[in-house]
């Protein structure tokens, strides 16, 4: 995953390097159609929408270095009625990512042939993140890939985002920081980095022209 261009004058002009998280950014991560392979979609709608377990903070372990077996564990010995549902998500994973999110893997294209540096940032566990790049070219066109469960630290904790800034190789107030999760993208801003909260290709333009990327 490291192909590198040789920086154009545009990419000179703007001074600027992008992180890019991955789920619902560039890749479609979609969780319920995992969990639906194991148990139906009625029972994985009710379990990820469960009051009595959150699906985001269990996953958020692994996210964070947590073994697997370990989570499922805690499962087990605390919410046994839903064991078989979040033993479908890791089981049937490959299912969740269901393509490339619509419009930005163009702008990775194209910010990548005008030389602009980038690196992801991904909460992922280390254990499953193997299965994206093989089915996501877009990801060789990153200079490297900060994987959270890899490095036992995930978003929205300062330390994950100066590892992806010396990975890239630039100081915090010269990279352009993009996720679709808005906690994430205030932690980035607080260290200096511009933020751009993700919601659509189109919008996402508009703010890195705004910055001076040609995007």
Do not use: C
């Not at 009625?42 to 009051?51: G, I, M, S, V, Y």
């Not at 066109?141 to 036992?152: C, H, I, M, W």
């Not at 993009?178 to 333009?205: K, P, S």
Request: charged share 20%.
């Amino acid at each position: 995953m490291n192909q590198h261009s040789s920086p154009s004058p545009a990419a000179h002009a703007a001074g600027l390097g992008v992180v890019w998280d991955l789920g619902n950014v560039l890749v479609d991560w979609q969780p319920l159609h995992a969990v639906a392979a194991g148990v139906g979609e009625a029972e994985a709608r009710r379990f990820l929408a469960a009051d009595d377990f959150d699906f985001r903070a269990w996953n958020h372990g692994p996210d964070s270095g947590l073994g697997w077996e370990e989570a499922e564990a805690a499962v087990r010995r605390d919410h046994p009625h839903w064991l078989e549902h979040a033993l479908a998500y890791r089981r049937h994973f490959g299912l969740s990512l269901t393509g490339e999110v619509p419009g930005t893997v163009d702008v990775v294209r194209r910010l990548h042939a005008a030389g602009v540096p980038m690196v992801g940032l991904t909460n992922w566990s280390a254990e499953l993140y193997p299965q994206a790049p093989p089915r996501f070219p877009v990801l060789g066109l990153l200079r490297d890939v900060v994987v959270s469960g890899v490095e036992g630290i995930a978003k929205p904790d300062p330390r994950i985002y100066r590892i992806a800034a010396e990975r890239i190789g630039l100081p915090m107030e010269r990279l352009v920081f993009v996720d679709d999760r808005a906690d994430n993208v205030e932690a980035a801003e607080a260290l200096g980095m511009h933020g751009a909260v993700f919601t659509d290709a189109d919008a996402l333009v508009e703010r890195l022209r705004t910055l001076g990327l040609p995007a």
